[in-house]
């Protein structure tokens, strides 16, 4: 009788090794800021785990990802600066090279239906493989990549640990990766909280909000002060790098000089501004709405008619763009470089 | 012991038929690469009326793999993206499907991928972005990819690239292909079919048309012509 009870006894312990050895996720629940849309994002076919949120983000901070291992997504996408690269109209990457545009911030990536300048890639899931394979930037292939993750074994460990599987794909890769930039959510800015009456702008901010409703708001849509479409907004062409947008994609001469409509938050801290980052300060953006437009035959119906803002008023429109701050976000430690 | 070894070999000899009886209860689709009707070869001389050309490169997907039977009857292969390599010929046979033992009228397939998977973000397989057959700067997968040279391209290396893709309309380039297939034309459980590359490259001056790497018109072109170049072998 002992003897039965002392086997039963083992057998329940190694059922409970099996149970628990087995991988164990950690769900995230991807919280929607009130008054935030639906998410684009289908979280079903890539559910967050803490697990493959950490693998992501030391896959977005390792250098692993470009040829000759010292280019990581960091590089042109600090956090601090909204996830961008600042201080360069051109972004750069392996070898010094330097791109033909100013890189794009990742923030509120979950709403976003499509991205880069020109709307070219059509998945978040899919968006990494761009700056991977392109010269200018990583330089590597997804392939080779695959491989040196296969052959790491602290990297062996970590897709067993948020995949249950030892081995590596370039699916799985491409899915830690968002699992991370997906969750770069922000919306605890000022405008935020006066959104949710728990600030007030001052008299400025508030002049300007209106300002930005009468003139801005249509391209930036509320509350993520973006939209998922394509404006020409009345850059004068840069001969030096002929770039005609949205038409490289489609070929349908109306999407020419038609660039993504970006996010403004964070925007104290995104500089430069413009596909090309052409503009340094917030008050060559305004200038540029108010007395630069080009006219063209795409120009966004939008910027027809100009704006005539008075001094004061461009002060003011800037006042609010600095309200779309959001120190949690940009200082939050888990988007941080992995401990 | 002896007895334990005869149990063995007796478990082994059972496992071997067992796997035999299913290799043979497969339906096998087959396709040769050709030049007119030699088999091709990569780095060879080839000769078309406009042309000479040598291959280094040839990779496509066949998708949507569907069996018509003689009695009206459908077999869809479900998940069907195959990625046809030359440089790897158990790329070139594949099974689709239990074998039937039933007559077929015809084969229906896609060379190329559908708008739907084009936009499904990171898959799995066949279909893993780390096959090197989709697009970076523009999503969407590469359905074909011919390169070589020919001394008719002004091209660096006298190298010419068809990245053939586009998933969107008007550049959807994915191409449905049809073949009829008798009785006598198709082994019991092969579907052999032959791809002749010449038909293609008789179609067109390399001299004109060389480097296609983004869907548009000239995607459309060679997409549209591919799928004449399958017959049943």
């Known amino acids: 009788m002992k003897k039965t009870l002392y086997i039963f006894g083992i057998g329940i312990f190694i059922f409970g090794i099996l149970a628990f050895s087995k991988s164990y996720f950690t769900p995230i629940y991807f919280d929607?800021?009130?008054?935030?849309?639906?998410?684009?994002?289908?979280?079903?076919?890539?559910?967050?785990?803490?697990?493959?949120?950490?693998?992501?983000?030391?896959?977005?901070?390792?250098?692993i990802l470009s040829k000759d291992n010292t280019i990581s997504c960091a590089v042109c996408h600090l956090q601090q600066t909204g996830f961008t690269h600042v201080d360069h109209d051109l972004s750069h990457g392996i070898d010094g090279k330097i791109g033909t545009r100013n890189s794009l911030t990742l923030q509120n990536?979950?709403?976003?239906?499509?991205?880069?300048?020109?709307?070219?890639?059509?998945?978040?899931?899919?968006?990494?493989?761009?700056?991977?394979?392109?010269?200018?930037?990583?330089?590597?292939?997804?392939?080779?990549?695959?491989?040196?993750?296969?052959?790491?074994?602290?990297?062996?460990?970590?897709f067993e640990i948020a995949f249950g599987t030892k081995k590596i794909t370039g699916q799985l890769t491409l899915k830690a990766i968002s699992q991370f930039v997906v969750t770069f959510t922000t919306a605890n800015s000022k405008y935020d909280k006066v959104l949710k009456k728990e600030e007030n702008f001052t008299e400025m901010e508030q002049k300007g909000y209106k300002l930005f409703q009468k003139h801005c708001a249509s391209c930036h849509n509320e509350p993520l002060l973006a939209s998922n479409d394509f404006k020409n907004n009345g850059l004068a062409i840069d001969p030096t790098l002929n770039d005609f947008g949205r038409m490289k994609i489609t070929q349908n001469p109306n999407d020419s000089l038609k660039f993504k409509v970006p996010t403004l938050r964070n925007i104290e801290f995104t500089f430069p501004y413009m596909h090309d980052g052409r503009f340094k300060t917030l008050n060559e953006v305004v200038?540029?709405?108010?007395?630069?437009?080009?006219?063209?035959?795409?120009?966004?119906?939008?910027?027809?008619?100009?704006?005539?803002?008075?001094?004061?008023?461009?002060?003011?429109?800037?006042?609010?763009?600095?309200?779309?701050?959001?120190?949690?976000?940009?200082?939050?430690?888990?988007?941080?470089?992995?401990? | 012991m002896n007895k334990k070894l005869i149990y063995l070999f007796l478990c082994f000899l059972f496992?071997?038929?067992?796997?035999?009886?299913?290799?043979?209860?497969?339906?096998?689709?087959?396709?040769?690469?050709?030049?007119?009707?030699e088999n091709l070869e990569l780095n060879k001389n080839y000769y078309s009326k406009n042309d000479t050309l040598q291959f280094s490169l040839l990779k496509f997907y066949v998708s949507g793999v569907e069996i018509n039977y003689e009695d009206g009857s459908?077999?869809?292969?479900?998940?069907?993206?195959?990625?046809?390599?030359?440089?790897?010929?158990?790329?070139?046979?594949?099974?689709?499907?239990?074998?039937?033992?039933?007559?077929?009228?015809?084969?229906?397939?896609?060379?190329?991928?559908?708008?739907?998977?084009?936009?499904?973000?990171?898959?799995?397989?066949?279909?893993d972005l780390q096959k090197g057959m989709y697009w970076a700067w523009q999503s969407g997968y590469i359905n074909m990819k011919i390169e070589g040279k020919s001394s008719s391209c002004k091209t660096r290396k006298n190298a010419f690239h068809f990245h053939v893709g586009?998933?969107?309309?008007?550049?959807?380039?994915?191409?449905?292909?049809?073949?009829?297939?008798?009785?006598?034309?198709?082994?019991?459980?092969?579907?052999?079919?032959?791809?002749?590359?010449?038909?293609?490259?008789?179609?067109?001056?390399?001299?004109?048309?060389?480097?296609?790497?983004?869907?548009?018109?000239?995607?459309?072109?060679?997409?549209?012509?591919?799928?004449?170049?399958?017959?049943?072998?």
Not at chain 1, 52 to 57: N, S
Not at chain 1, 110 to 137: C, R, Y
Not at chain 1, 300 to 318: C, G, M, T
């Open chain 1, 32 to 63: 929607v800021p009130k008054g935030f849309p639906k998410p684009v994002y289908d979280f079903k076919n890539n559910p967050l785990t803490e697990e493959g949120f950490e693998l992501g983000r030391k896959l977005f901070y390792d250098p």
């Open chain 1, 109 to 158: 990536l979950a709403w976003s239906k499509n991205f880069m300048w020109d709307g070219g890639v059509n998945h978040l899931d899919v968006q990494a493989i761009a700056p991977i394979t392109s010269e200018v930037e990583m330089d590597e292939t997804l392939e080779n990549v695959v491989q040196k993750l296969n052959s790491n074994a602290t990297y062996q460990k970590l």
């Open chain 1, 287 to 339: 200038k540029h709405y108010n007395s630069g437009i080009q006219k063209s035959k795409t120009l966004a119906k939008e910027l027809q008619k100009p704006i005539n803002l008075s001094d004061n008023e461009r002060v003011e429109i800037i006042s609010f763009l600095k309200t779309l701050t959001d120190k949690e976000f940009l200082f939050n430690l888990k988007y941080g470089f992995p401990k």
């Open chain 2, 15 to 37: 496992f071997i038929s067992v796997m035999a009886q299913k290799e043979k209860d497969s339906l096998y689709f087959g396709i040769k690469l050709k030049w007119k009707t």
């Open chain 2, 74 to 127: 459908i077999y869809k292969e479900e998940n069907s993206y195959h990625l046809i390599d030359f440089e790897y010929d158990n790329s070139k046979l594949f099974s689709i499907s239990k074998n039937e033992n039933k007559p077929i009228s015809k084969i229906v397939f896609a060379i190329g991928i559908d708008s739907t998977a084009s936009n499904s973000g990171a898959l799995s397989g066949n279909l």
């Open chain 2, 166 to 233: 586009g998933y969107l309309e008007p550049f959807y380039a994915m191409q449905k292909v049809e073949i009829k297939l008798n009785d006598n034309s198709n082994d019991k459980n092969q579907i052999s079919l032959v791809m002749d590359l010449a038909k293609l490259f008789e179609e067109i001056k390399l001299s004109e048309l060389n480097s296609i790497m983004i869907p548009g018109t000239e995607a459309m072109k060679i997409a549209i012509l591919s799928t004449k170049l399958f017959s049943v072998e």
